[in-house]
């Protein structure tokens, strides 16, 4: 088992600083400071002292507001090599359309789809689409799944802004689909999937990681094709250990190639890491 903590490199995002429970950020040509759980400890310099543009105010579990407002909605460019865009949005929760920590998940996932052209590409809650993208840019043809319909609406924009046509959207909770998938006898080379602890989906339909994943991961083995591949899983959810994340998926999901376990991160500028979740990944 390899263990790695892997940090991506931006130029229009940038993490400033993080400590006593919140993040200082910069966004294209906004700062902002947001509450963050995992910030734990004292910051490089004390959040009173920061100098951010824009603050999120947490008014209950997920809603809340920013003083000053921030724009409806901006672009983000992400890429050396190769160029995506990826449109931020302030809403009534913290987060602000993606999550700039996955970009490491887009770097591999465009080098693998470039390696095998026209894959076939599943992803299963999507959000708002950095990952089909970045796909899709590459070559891919690209499942979409997400029960959101503002997610699917949103990933529809950023592939617009993008100019990319070649993915299937699908309105379903993921459980469903993999079911449905797998009677028709689906195949694909890489399967993606960013579970949340804990969501409703479409028709009241109920998600808890910790009892929910394994049966999904059992559900997806017959849908990877066994003589090439690649698979993600990323969870924001504390209640696994790597060890633990580790051991469920090769059980129960039976990957036929070297699995990597991992953390993603960002860093600062005086290159202090802030865990945001933890990842596991095989190529075959």
């Given amino acids: 088992m390899r263990y790695i903590v892997r940090t991506p490199v931006w130029e229009s995002y940038a993490l400033l600083d993080f400590g006593e429970g919140w993040r200082l950020e910069r966004w294209g040509e906004h700062i902002v400071q947001r509450p963050d759980s995992w910030a734990i400890g004292p910051a490089k310099t004390p959040p009173s002292r920061w100098q951010a543009m824009h603050t999120y105010r947490p008014m209950g579990s997920y809603t809340g507001e920013w003083h000053p407002p921030l724009p409806e909605k901006w ?14 949005r302030a809403g ?74 070649s993915i299937r959207w699908i309105p379903e909770d993921a459980r469903r689909f993999v079911q449905r998938a797998a009677r028709r006898g689906e195949k ?21 990681l910790e009892s929910d994943l ?22 924001y959810s504390s209640g696994f250990s790597p060890l633990m994340l580790y051991r469920l998926v090769q059980e129960v999901c039976g990957l036929p190639g070297a699995v990597e376990i991992g953390e993603l991160a960002l860093a600062t500028p005086h290159q202090r890491l802030l865990s945001t979740g933890l990842y596991v990944r095989a190529d075959w």
């Fill in 92 to 165: 009534r929760f913290k987060h602000l359309g993606f999550f700039p920590e996955q970009a490491v998940h887009w770097e591999w996932l465009h080098e693998w789809v470039k390696a095998h052209p026209e894959a076939l590409v599943l992803n299963l809650f999507a959000y708002t689409g950095g990952a089909s993208i970045a796909a899709a840019l590459a070559g891919a043809r690209v499942t979409h799944v997400d029960s959101s319909k503002s997610a699917l609406t949103w990933a529809a924009e950023n592939a617009e802004l993008n100019g990319v046509c």
């Fill in 188 to 208: 694909y080379d890489v399967i993606l999937l960013d579970p949340p602890a804990y969501g409703i989906g479409g028709k009241g339909v109920r998600w808890q």
């Fill in 214 to 235: 394994p049966t999904l991961l059992q559900e997806l083995q017959p849908l990877l094709r066994p003589e090439k591949g690649a698979f993600l899983l990323n969870i």
């Fill in 75 to 88: 672009p983000l460019s992400y890429g050396q090599t190769w160029r995506m865009q990826l449109w931020a």
